[in-house]
């Protein structure tokens, strides 16, 4: 059974950089892309990027130039870091299974606070 | 890039009801094309992919269906567990999501 646990900084000020990790308890780990996605207060679910075993990446035009997203293969492990971030970054964020397939497995979310 | 525009936003239903909610992409998506199902405090659930698979687990009143630019999701039956949010996503890269319909109780 596939599980995604995400953990991270649930609290930051306007400026500072948005930091999350998901672990991946998945024994095909390096056979799929894995996804960031989130979901602002009363807003609907925005696709954020993703990243394969070998660290091919892609990122939404939106956000691209503040988001890097990693992956650690030896710890089953992928992050996401979205610098300068503002009041309108404050959302749910999700780390999925998937990407250039459907999202299948999901983490158990995570909501982040922007504010002073 | 691809853009994927759904419709309705809301929509009233009752149980027993057939529901039908459309997702239109800007250029054609080769099937590339998901449903979710969302609701409050929840991560989402998969229901479909390649615009018609049923993914595993699904009950069998969930139906999808289209190609090229526009797909369907057709709920056969609503019953009271599918009140929820449901949403499209292209995945093909970037990805997108539509921005969701809302099937609440009428």
């Known amino acids: 059974q596939v599980q995604l646990q995400q953990w991270g900084a649930g609290l930051l000020r306007p400026s500072e950089t948005l930091s999350l990790t998901c672990d991946a308890y998945?024994?095909?780990?390096?056979?799929?892309?894995w996804t960031w996605i989130r979901q602002p207060p009363g807003k609907g679910l925005e696709w954020i990027g993703q990243?394969?075993?070998?660290?091919?990446?892609s990122y939404s035009p939106s956000l691209k130039s503040r988001v890097t997203i990693s992956i650690d293969t030896s710890k089953n492990q992928f992050s996401l870091k979205l610098s300068s971030v503002t009041a309108a970054d404050t959302a749910v964020y999700y780390c999925?299974?998937?990407?250039?397939?459907?999202?299948?497995?999901w983490g158990q979310g995570i909501l982040v606070t922007v504010s002073s | 890039d691809i853009q994927v525009t759904q419709s309705p936003s809301t929509l009233s239903a009752s149980v027993g009801d057939r529901v039908t909610i459309t997702c239109r992409a800007s250029?054609?998506?080769?099937?590339?094309l998901a449903w979710y199902q969302h609701k409050p405090g929840k991560a989402p659930k998969l229901l479909i992919y390649?615009?018609?698979i049923l993914h595993t687990g699904v009950p069998s009143r969930f139906r999808g269906s289209g190609s090229g630019t526009e797909f369907t999701l057709t709920i056969s039956s609503l019953q009271p567990d599918d009140f929820a949010t449901y949403y499209c996503?292209?995945?093909?890269?970037?990805?997108?999501f539509g921005q969701g319909t809302k099937v609440e109780i009428k």
């Open positions: 990243i394969n075993h070998s660290g091919s990446t």
């Open positions: 250029q054609r998506i080769t099937s590339w």
């Open positions: 998945d024994g095909s780990f390096s056979d799929y892309y």
């Open positions: 390649r615009a018609s």
């Open positions: 999925a299974r998937g990407g250039h397939s459907p999202l299948d497995y």
């Open positions: 996503q292209q995945y093909d890269t970037p990805a997108m």
